[in-house]
């Protein structure tokens, strides 16, 4: 049995903006699955469902599973492993989770209402994320603090962000590690330093002390 690298996109996104993740996985020797899910049309919940229907099945020969996020795939691993947690569930890293909502859903939802998570991830009480319980699971959250778009960064009220989600508001009650890398909300899974992070993360339960 070996063990097995789950990877989950963010919002918008592929499994190819995974790619990078993957190929270092596989170097590595892990068995890699790279879901690819609907994230502008379904819910969270919904998500979370197919997973288990998807994906789920396929982990039990697994000696460990992992799972590699990205943004909303945080936040979709969460509800997974709140309503079936897996017995062989090893370490999970987190990059750029809106885990308290984020302050850029809560004025696009406005907008963009079709995109049914948007409604979902917001820093409101009625946010999904800061529904679910704390982490019962070794977590490591790795956050972003290079905003590149101008608009995005002034409905952050000049707190520190990726441009998408405040580096406060990826942190999650129970997590076991947390680093905050110079990188933006979209480049976070395709950069060097981030990748070394994830796989220390996942060697070791905790984050190297330099990118």
């Known amino acids: 049995m070996s063990e097995t690298v789950v990877l989950l996109h963010g919002l918008g996104r592929t499994s190819a903006s995974m790619l990078p993740l993957a190929i270092a996985a596989r170097r590595r020797g892990y068995r890699v699955i790279n879901w690819c899910y609907r994230s502008k049309t379904r819910s969270i919940a919904e998500n979370a469902d197919a997973f288990a229907k998807q994906v789920a099945p396929r982990l039990a020969s697994a000696s460990r599973v992992h799972f590699v996020t990205h943004s909303l795939g945080g936040i979709v691993v969460r509800r997974f492993l709140a309503t079936q947690p897996l017995p062989n569930l090893g370490r999970v890293v987190m990059l750029a989770p809106p885990n308290g909502g984020s302050e850029v859903a809560d004025v696009m939802q406005q907008w963009l209402k079709p ?6 991830l917001g820093t409101n009480d009625d946010s999904t994320p800061r529904a679910l319980p704390p982490a019962q699971f070794p977590v490591g959250v790795i956050a972003g603090s290079r905003s590149h778009i101008p608009l995005f960064a002034q409905w952050m009220h000049g707190v520190p962000n990726d441009g998408v989600v405040s580096v406060e ?12 890398l110079h990188r933006t ?20 339960e905790r984050f190297t002390a330099a990118a």
């Open 185 to 204: 909300h979209t480049c976070l899974p395709w950069a060097p330093d981030a990748i070394r992070q994830v796989f220390s993360f996942l060697a070791n």
């Open 115 to 120: 995109v049914r998570p948007l409604r979902e």
């Open 169 to 180: 508001r990826t942190k999650l009650e129970g997590m076991k590690d947390f680093v905050v």
